[in-house]
């Protein structure tokens, strides 16, 4: 069974740009949700994907967005990038029925320059 | 909506002594609660969990927590502490229905030899 994966661990952008982040869910798992976690706090929900569909959002401006592709893996896409931006990214699978049972991954450590 | 609240931003313990980080979580409807250790520059490690089963969870590396609804609170507990337990915990909280998770602000462990 393969855990959730994400790519690229670690990039660098510069303010302005836009950066696409990816996970791949563990397998059997049709629910994805991405979390940010600035520096020194607890991870904060963005948004949550099933059925390529958002199902529900966290307090975060729209220039963040997603992605959930038939396999059920994700993207988060951030235009317009802030140095607040700056975080580590995390994303989380889990069957639709059983959403309290979320599996993180790795994350993607994104720096904002 | 749910929240929670880790009193305690730093706590320190020496090596061998009780570690106890508190966690007390709001929630009107009932709660599904847990707790993840984070390694620097890593990601979350699921520790235990709480999804309406047993009131005492015991969870790996030899913590444990227990559900007290009269004091909206799951504390953590191990009977003694271990370099190795050096990190940054978090609490959370989620419910079903919207199976987003809310993340305490985090409580970083400090063992001393």
């Known amino acids: 069974e393969t855990g959730v994966t994400q790519s690229p661990t670690h990039l660098i952008k510069t303010r302005g740009q836009q950066v696409t982040l990816r996970c791949s869910s563990q397998?059997?798992?049709?629910?994805v949700s991405w979390y940010q976690q600035a520096l020194g706090q607890g991870p904060q929900f963005i948004f949550q994907?099933?059925?390529?569909?958002?199902?529900g959002r966290g307090n975060f401006p729209p220039r963040f967005s997603g992605l959930q592709f038939p396999n059920y893996s994700s993207e988060l896409n951030v235009n317009a990038l802030e140095l607040d931006d700056s975080a580590l990214y995390l994303c989380?699978?889990?069957?639709?029925?059983?959403?309290?049972?979320?599996?993180f991954g790795p994350g993607t450590r994104l720096t904002v320059t | 909506a749910q929240s929670v609240t880790q009193l305690g931003s730093h706590v320190s313990v020496s090596e061998g002594a009780l570690v106890l980080l508190r966690c007390n979580y709001s929630?009107?409807?009932?709660?599904?609660l847990f707790w993840y250790v984070q390694y620097p520059n890593q990601g979350l490690q699921l520790l235990l969990k709480?999804?309406?089963?047993?009131?005492l969870v015991k969870g790996i590396n030899g913590f444990e927590a227990e559900f007290k609804k009269s004091e909206t609170s799951f504390h953590l507990t191990k009977p003694s502490a271990h370099m190795s337990d050096a990190a940054e915990y978090f609490c959370?909280?989620?419910?079903?229905?919207?199976?987003?998770?809310?993340f305490g602000t985090g409580t970083r462990l400090k063992v001393l030899a």
């Open positions: 989380a699978s889990s069957l639709k029925d059983r959403g309290y049972e979320q599996y």
């Open positions: 397998s059997g798992h049709n629910t």
């Open positions: 994907y099933y059925r390529e569909e958002e199902n």
């Open positions: 929630s009107s409807v009932p709660p599904y």
């Open positions: 709480y999804t309406s089963a047993a009131t």
């Open positions: 959370a909280v989620t419910t079903s229905g919207t199976y987003k998770y809310i």
